[in-house]
């Protein structure tokens, strides 16, 4: 019995792929619980079809794991900027960058959608809530092309480079 339990957890991790899908983001340096908790959303979020996460969407459009830019904000300032994830995508429905922020209630999310080679964003989809937000993710970028195999996108992605900075468009 003890080994049926066992085999059943290893497969169902297999399955999940909840530990495997992880960003390649060193979170001890990170101070802000608020952008802690929007990379574990990246990470876990399954898309509409169940078949993905949020990170494996991205990395089917583009993404490189090795170029993330992160906006570390102090969590107690008030009106402050806000944290936010930055990831260069390539779809046919969108070649460029895609912003994940907290929108300016901090109730819900945003999503901007930038072009390459301008800094002012063509899409924003503001007051996204957390159930909505694989989807509307997949919908503004997915053009349903899997860069990665079935067998790799639950392995981990084997990069700990992630760019820290004020790089982001403004809130």
């Known amino acids: 019995m003890q080994n049926a339990i066992k085999t059943f957890v290893s497969h169902q991790e297999v399955l999940d792929g909840f530990d495997q ?13 608020r952008l802690l908790r929007m990379i574990e959303l990246v990470e876990v979020l399954r898309t509409p079809d ?21 906006r570390d904000c102090d969590d107690d300032v008030q009106n402050g900027r806000r944290p936010a994830i930055q990831v260069r995508v390539n779809t046919c429905k969108h070649r460029g960058f ?13 999503l901007l959608l930038q072009d390459e080679g301008t800094s ?45 900075g004020d790089y982001l468009l403004r809130p």
């Open 120 to 164: 002012i964003a063509r899409v924003t989809v503001e007051k996204v809530n957390v159930r909505k937000l694989a989807e509307v993710l997949e919908d503004l970028v997915d053009d349903g092309t899997r860069r990665l195999p079935q067998a790799t996108t639950n392995n981990a992605v084997s990069s700990n480079a992630a760019i820290q």
């Open 21 to 33: 899908a992880k960003l390649p983001i060193d979170r001890d340096s990170i101070r802000s619980r």
């Open 50 to 70: 169940n078949q993905r996460s949020m990170w494996q969407l991205l990395l089917d459009a583009g993404a490189n794991p090795d170029f993330i830019l992160m």
């Open 98 to 110: 895609v912003v994940l922020g907290y929108d300016a209630d901090d109730r819900g999310f945003k």
